[in-house]
């Protein structure tokens, strides 16, 4: 029954493969070898251990270097993958940046666009309101200008039948003052001479030497020639009735003179003239 067992193991350590427990079929051969005296099975069995000894070292020490250099090759692949990540990231980052910078560019273009922009719109407001007020400006100055110029040829005939009027009234004035002269020597010779006394007032002399007669002429030429102012100073009420002397002092007085030139005038003193206007001072409101 041994030796049956002991060919097997030996057709098996001989057959083989690689999966096989060798180490427990040479333990059984040199067990055996060894009981039964087989010392040269025994020392190469022992050299049969040996060599899967070192064929099980040299594959231990390949398995660690090919296991050493996959890490290492790992490491060093990692480390690429690494250094290509750091690269990418970088990338990318920088591309981000430069995204954002165009964008923040983009967007002050756009916003430096628009106050442009708005301030041409403005300034094209102001300028069309600038127009639109000067335009009313011309546009009215034109309508003045047509206007006065309208005006001016109005005044114009107004001046021209104002002129003709003048010389109408001029040769009238003419005409009465050669009527009043051919009355006053023709048919009036006291209003002539009444007429005479009012130039020499007009003229500024004095009536020292006047005699009642002849404050009456002056009297009765003003009369005729200033009817209304006459008869208003006549018909009024006063403290004393109206003498030729009393009534030139009113005449005189009512032609604009002052007191100062009415005294030189009549020769009065100041007590003179306040005597005379009390005289002729109303005893009714006017």
């Known amino acids: 029954m041994w030796v049956k067992a002991y060919s097997l193991w030996k057709d098996a ?9 060798k180490d427990n079929l040479i333990h059984s051969i040199i067990s055996y070898d060894l009981e039964h005296g087989n010392i040269e099975e025994v020392s190469k069995n022992i050299d049969e251990i040996i060599s899967i000894k070192d064929s099980i070292l040299n594959k231990l020490k ?4 090919k296991d050493l250099q996959l890490r ?3 490491e060093v692949a990692m480390h690429e993958a690494d250094k290509k990540l750091a690269t990418t990231q970088k990338l990318l980052l920088g591309l981000a940046i430069l995204l954002v910078l165009m964008a923040f ?3 002050m273009r756009r916003k430096k666009a628009e106050a442009r922009e708005k301030d041409y719109q403005e300034r094209l407001y102001a300028y069309t309101t600038e127009i639109s007020e000067l335009t009313a400006n011309r546009d009215k100055a034109l309508a003045d200008i047509r206007e006065m110029k309208r005006r001016e040829e109005r005044d114009q005939q107004e001046i021209s039948r104002l002129e003709e009027n003048a010389r109408e009234a001029e040769a009238a004035i003419r005409q009465l003052n050669k009527s009043i002269r051919k009355m006053l020597d023709d048919e009036a010779p006291k ?3 009444g ?4 130039d020499e007032i007009a003229e500024g002399r004095t009536i020292v030497n006047w005699h009642s007669r002849e404050k009456e002429l002056f009297n009765n030429y003003y009369a005729a020639v200033n009817y209304q102012s006459y008869n208003r100073l006549k018909k ?3 403290a004393t009735p109206l003498s030729a002397h009393n009534m030139f002092y009113l005449i005189l007085k009512e032609m604009g ?3 100062e030139e009415v005294r030189r005038i009549m020769g009065l003193s100041p007590e003179g003239l306040r005597s005379l206007r009390s005289r002729t001072k109303p005893t009714i409101k006017e």
């Open 62 to 65: 390949t398995d660690t270097i």
């Open 13 to 21: 350590l001989r057959t083989g493969g690689e999966r096989l427990k």
């Open 191 to 193: 209003l002539k001479q």
């Open 195 to 198: 007429k005479m006394l009012y």
């Open 105 to 107: 560019y983009v967007y």
């Open 236 to 238: 009024v009420k006063r």
């Open 72 to 74: 290492f090759d790992h």
């Open 257 to 259: 003179y002052s007191d």
